[in-house]
């Protein structure tokens, strides 16, 4: 057993206690970096990380809302090489698509699914986008 002391109030406890303090902090803060309607969103889609009978390690779940804020944040999503404009819109809508209908395999290992929800929905959007920018270019101008 390595002890540590908080420096705070005096608690004696093992380094790992201390260290998942560090962990939890983390995933904190990469939570308040979220947009706020992502929040609870973003909590609900850690679920389907979580293993059965199990708890999602900190650790981990720190990771993940700091990749997804970096991809929300980003503005746009990549899948086969191709990147996607993917406003918060787009995100909000593929996680609450998620929280109504999980996918089959849980638990995620990656936030592949969410990113492929993503893209699709981004590039439905592309084409309501070019179909609108079509019709008008074939509209007759109003004399």
Same mark, same amino acid.
């Given at each position: 057993?390595?002890?540590?002391?908080?420096?705070?109030?005096?608690?004696?406890?093992?380094?790992?206690?201390?260290?998942?303090?560090?962990?939890?902090? #983390?995933?904190?803060?990469? *939570?308040?970096?979220? &947009?706020?309607? %992502?929040?609870? $969103?973003?909590? /609900? @889609? !850690?679920?389907?990380?979580?293993?059965?009978?199990?708890?999602?390690?900190?650790?981990?779940?720190?990771?993940?809302?700091?990749?997804?804020?970096?991809?929300?944040?980003?503005?746009?999503?990549r899948r086969h090489g191709?990147?996607?404009?993917?406003?918060?819109?787009?995100?909000?809508? #593929?996680?609450?698509?998620? *929280?109504?209908?999980? &996918?089959?395999? %849980?638990?995620? $290992?990656?936030? /592949? @699914? !969410?990113?492929?929800?993503?893209?699709?929905?981004?590039?439905?959007?592309?084409?309501?986008q070019e179909q609108a920018?079509?019709?008008?270019?074939?509209?007759?101008?109003?004399?």
């Amino acid at each position: 057993m390595l002890p540590g002391v908080c420096p705070s109030c005096g608690l004696k406890a093992e380094l790992e206690v201390f260290a998942a303090q560090a962990d939890i902090r #983390a995933a904190l803060a990469a *939570a308040l970096l979220l &947009p706020a309607p %992502l929040g609870r $969103r973003a909590l /609900a @889609y !850690l679920r389907l990380f979580t293993p059965a009978h199990k708890a999602l390690a900190i650790a981990k779940a720190g990771r993940l809302l700091a990749d997804l804020q970096a991809a929300v944040a980003s503005g746009q999503v990549r899948r086969h090489g191709i990147d996607r404009a993917a406003p918060q819109a787009l995100w909000e809508a #593929a996680l609450d698509g998620m *929280a109504e209908r999980p &996918p089959e395999n %849980l638990p995620l $290992r990656d936030h /592949a @699914y !969410l990113f492929q929800t993503v893209w699709n929905l981004a590039e439905k959007a592309a084409a309501r986008q070019e179909q609108a920018s079509e019709d008008r270019r074939r509209r007759p101008a109003p004399s």
